[in-house]
């Protein structure tokens, strides 16, 4: 048995579709919190450190609680997305736009596991143009077509890349945008020194009605006396760590199936930190949960 | 290549709409850039800006600030500008650089408001757009900040849309308040010119909106959801166009035009300029020479419901060809410039109407106002009188 097939064994190929106009449309069930605000987080940090990793395990495990989860992926490589689309890429906004000059929600909104909605912001080639802008066009392409009123997402999550280094890449933390952000951070020296600078872009941005911050996330490497590093670091931004996750080789296997730990190894100690850390970014999460967690 | 235009200039862009918009209100409005659209709105797209007051001033966008942000030097500026006199607000007004930069509108008028301490707006216009989706945001944005809840009994009316882009000018106003005030309307307050800072806050309290220009339609509607205020639209210009209002003010029911037949026509007029300006036009045109046949078009702002069969949106100036070749009309009335567009095949003669949106000050010297009165009649009976010449003077017979 190869390799391949093995993985297959493990985890059926999820399918992936397009959002159609009618499925988009369609009401929610009675009690679903129609008039509830989106609870929108963006998650930021150090290039590599995990971020799209754990977005997309959150995100499928904020689905299996049984809520409507947008996933939008923030940088030009567009593969945050990937590990629930069964590791295929999907054409992303700009990729659309670039295409075809007009576009509509279902040629770049795919459903992907547990129906969580996956967009790709997408972006220029390397070496050219302009990736910050390309998110602003994104974005307001989504707003343009109504994005959140038509798909009604409980929970909007932002995966952006790396740190806050234009406006491009503030752009999900302005206002009207996400509410919160989430650092995702290592105890290794730069993950932590970007968290810093991004709390710092944060706290310059205070007086414009920016987002708020909400943790950190930390996303073990396994370094030597990591939790408390990570922790010290929080308390010197003034936040906390809002969950921990072990580094663990599930991740990797799981990946290589295109897909998450949630859903590859649902039954496994990774699966249940990221159940886990979902309650935290959960919409009913309430400040005496939140505060529980920590 | 649609949007290609190789025979008109760049139109009056939005951030001259919104600059327009606020000119009258004691606001200090910053155009964010590094020269040229300011110099654009102030030299040529307001006919107000050498003979009105208005504290316009430019950013003074370098590359280096596009480049590093800057936004505290644009903040201390404003800060010094500021301290000029007593402002009513502050208005940001974006351009293709900031655009492109990502500057945050939004985030800067929070921030520079907390500052100041005076109501501040960030307006993202990005002179991609068209000057009557300005004016749209201007409105839009006044109203929220300013406009008060009604109290009391409502009563009189607000005109929406007067804006000078679309050639209004005082005269114009007076006018249409004067016929709003013998249908016992008294003007409450009028949104695209006029120097009544107070009477914004107190447009809710109106009983009816008067729309018109189709630029104002969709602030109309907003404001009929928020506020309940119904409206009806249409420009008074003449007996016909008062009349029609006026039905439409008492909610009685219109009268409708006397029909001629198609091979009764006496010639074809294509009109070309802002929607219900043109519209005004045809109604009188057609109620002193019923056998013409009035076709209406325009670049800007256009609403379907109040377009006729064969009336034509001019998305670009390809479309605006196309209406020219098929109408084959006998005589088109627009802003000089369109001269360019009639295809060389067309016998049709040309009747100069200039449109500040387009060609701004270009043909300062032509006739910019709206005509009432006499003045009206003479005009469209001059139109008449040249249609009929042209079809007369045809030397291929016009198809059947």
């Not at chain 2, 009105?52 to 003074?60: A, P």
């Not at chain 2, 998305?315 to 098929?326: F, K, M, Q, S, V």
């Not at chain 2, 043909?363 to 139109?383: K, N």
């Amino acid at each position: 048995m190869n390799l391949e097939s093995s993985r297959r064994d493990v985890c059926d190929a999820p399918k992936v579709s397009s959002v159609s106009a009618r499925e988009v449309r369609a009401p929610r069930a009675p009690g679903a919190g129609a008039e509830k605000p989106i609870r929108k987080i963006a998650f930021y940090g150090k290039g590599g450190i995990g971020k799209s990793t754990t977005v997309s395990n959150l995100s499928a495990a904020l689905a299996q609680r049984g809520l409507r989860v947008m996933q939008i992926g923030c940088d030009p490589k567009s593969d945050s997305t990937k590990t629930l689309t069964a590791g295929r890429a999907v054409p992303s906004v700009l990729d659309v736009l670039r295409a075809k000059g007009g576009s509509r929600l279902e040629d770049f909104v795919f459903e992907g596991y547990h129906g969580v909605f996956c967009v790709e912001a997408g972006g220029p080639q390397p070496g050219i143009g302009c990736a910050g802008r390309a998110i602003i066009t994104a974005f307001n392409r989504l707003e343009e077509l109504h994005a959140y009123e038509e798909l009604k997402p409980d929970v909007v999550l932002f995966d952006v890349l790396g740190d806050v280094v234009c406006g491009g890449f503030a752009m999900p933390m302005r206002y009207g945008y996400a509410d919160e952000v989430a650092i995702v951070s290592s105890g290794e020296m730069m993950a932590l020194y970007a968290a810093h600078n991004i709390a710092q872009a944060l706290n310059n941005f205070s007086s414009r009605g920016y987002a708020k911050l909400a943790g950190i996330v930390q996303n073990s490497r396994n370094i030597v006396n990591e939790d408390a590093l990570v922790a010290q670091a929080a308390e010197e931004i003034k936040t906390r760590v809002v969950g921990i996750i072990p580094r663990s080789d599930l991740v990797q296997e799981a990946e290589n199936a295109g897909k998450t730990v949630v859903e590859c190894f649902p039954d496994s100690p990774q699966a249940a930190v990221y159940a886990e850390l979902s309650r935290f970014f959960h919409p009913d999460a309430d400040a005496t949960l939140r505060e529980a967690i920590l | 290549m649609s949007y290609l235009f190789q025979y008109l200039p760049p139109f009056a862009a939005d951030y001259s709409g919104v600059a327009s918009a606020l000119h009258d209100l004691g606001g200090l409005v910053v155009i964010h850039d590094a020269s040229g659209c300011t110099g654009s709105f102030t030299g040529y797209d307001e006919p107000r800006w050498f003979s009105g007051k208005s504290s316009v001033y430019c950013s003074g966008l370098r590359e280096f600030d596009a480049i590093v942000g800057n936004d505290e030097r644009l903040l201390d500026n404003i800060r010094n500008a500021a301290q000029a006199k007593d402002f009513n607000f502050v208005a940001l007004i974006g351009s293709p650089v900031p655009m492109l930069v990502g500057f945050d509108f939004d985030g800067f008028a929070r921030m520079a408001e907390a500052d100041l301490g005076i109501p501040v707006f960030g307006f993202p216009t990005t002179g991609f757009a068209r000057y009557e989706q300005g004016l749209s945001a201007a409105f839009f944005a006044l109203a929220d900040r300013f406009v008060e809840e009604p109290r009391g009994e409502a009563d009189g009316a607000n005109i929406l849309g007067a804006s000078p882009l679309d050639n209004f000018d005082a005269g114009a106003v007076a006018s249409i308040a004067a016929f709003l005030e013998r249908n016992g309307l008294p003007v409450v307050s009028v949104w695209g010119q006029g120097d009544e800072w107070r009477s914004i806050p107190k447009a809710a309290g109106a009983k009816l909106n008067v729309v018109v220009a189709a630029s104002a339609l969709p602030f109309a509607r907003y404001m009929e959801s928020r506020w309940n205020i119904p409206w009806v639209a249409g420009l008074p210009l003449g007996d016909e166009t008062e009349s029609a209002l006026e039905n439409r003010i008492r909610r009685r029911p219109e009268t409708p035009r006397a029909r001629v037949r198609r091979d009764e026509k006496s010639a074809t007029i294509f009109l070309v300029g802002e929607q219900f300006r043109m519209n005004a036009f045809r109604e009188e045109l057609l109620s002193r020479h019923p056998r013409l046949e009035v076709t209406v078009g325009s670049f800007f702002a256009w609403d379907a419901a109040y377009a006729e069969v064969g009336d034509c949106p001019l998305p670009n100036e390809d479309e605006a060809i196309r209406c020219l070749r098929e109408g084959d009309f006998d005589l088109v009335v627009g802003d000089p410039l369109l001269r360019e567009l009639i295809p060389d095949s067309s016998e049709a003669r040309f009747v100069e109407e200039a449109h500040y949106g387009l060609s701004a000050r270009l043909y300062r010297d032509h006739v910019l106002s709206l005509r009432f009165g006499s003045a009206l009649t003479a005009f469209l009976d001059g139109i008449a009188e040249r249609a009929l010449f042209a079809r007369a003077s045809r030397k291929e017979p016009v198809p059947a």
